[in-house]
């Protein structure tokens, strides 16, 4: 159980463009997704966090119009680089906690993203 | 600000030695505490947790973790390490108050076992 995807798992695309990222809970209703950044050899670094029909919270230095997220269902969060940079290029992974266990993050596998 | 430490970056281990990662966190309320695991390739996935209770925790794969509160230390600990253990640890917090509250993460400790 608490299985987190996402889609897709790598993502080339040219500066300038968007980038769409799909988290989904597979087997359990997420009534709080986070979104975090990876960055090589480092640490997960928060981004924000999006509770279900609500508008995500911002980390402090993430830009909320450059990343942008919706959590229109209880097992969907996307999040949407804009006008992608080759510094946007990193590793984006999501986790969801909900009724299964509400003080227990689960992780998705994450998504390699490398602008050009 | 919550912050957690991981003092050891890189530790170098030959098979059936012992295991201790260190963990320190600043905060002084109630927290949860968590260990996760990053195996080469793969996702997090979550090692063992401290909500409350007894403050020796048990987790998956022979590891175990003792929280001891005045220290604000949450160790990580394996009798008998196996190559298979090679990833990277991170240690985190978070406010013990809200459940699903932000999770602040450690730098991580990579672990690699000779065989």
């Known amino acids: 159980g608490a299985v987190v995807s996402q889609h897709p798992s790598w993502v080339i695309c040219k500066s300038g463009t968007s980038v769409k990222i799909e988290c989904r809970s597979l087997d359990f209703q997420a009534t709080t997704m986070f979104w975090y950044r990876q960055f090589p050899k480092q640490s997960l670094m928060l981004m924000a966090t999006?509770?279900?029909?609500?508008?995500?919270?911002?980390e402090q230095g993430v830009e909320k119009d450059k990343f942008l997220i919706n959590h229109a269902s209880l097992t969907l969060s996307t999040l949407t680089v804009t006008s992608a940079h080759p510094e946007d290029s990193s590793f984006y992974i999501c986790?969801?906690?909900?009724?299964?266990?509400?003080?227990?993050?689960?992780f998705g596998p994450g998504t390699r993203l490398t602008v050009l | 600000a919550q912050s957690v430490s991981q003092h050891n970056h890189h530790v170098i281990l030959s098979e059936a030695a012992s295991l201790e990662l260190g963990c320190n966190y600043s905060y002084g309320g109630t927290v949860n505490l968590f260990w996760y695991v990053q195996y080469p390739g793969q996702h997090l996935q979550l090692l063992l947790k401290?909500?409350?209770?007894?403050?020796l925790v048990k987790g998956i794969k022979g590891f175990e973790a003792e929280f001891i509160k005045s220290k604000f230390s949450f160790n990580l600990r394996k009798p008998s390490v196996q190559w298979s253990d090679t990833a990277e640890y991170f240690c985190?917090?978070?406010?013990?108050?809200?459940?699903?509250?932000?999770?602040?993460f450690g730098s991580g400790t990579r672990l690699s076992i000779r065989p």
């Open positions: 986790s969801a906690s909900g009724a299964l266990d509400t003080d227990t993050q689960y």
């Open positions: 999006s509770n279900e029909g609500s508008k995500a919270t911002y």
């Open positions: 401290y909500f409350s209770g007894d403050p």
């Open positions: 985190a917090v978070n406010q013990g108050y809200s459940s699903a509250s932000k999770i602040i």
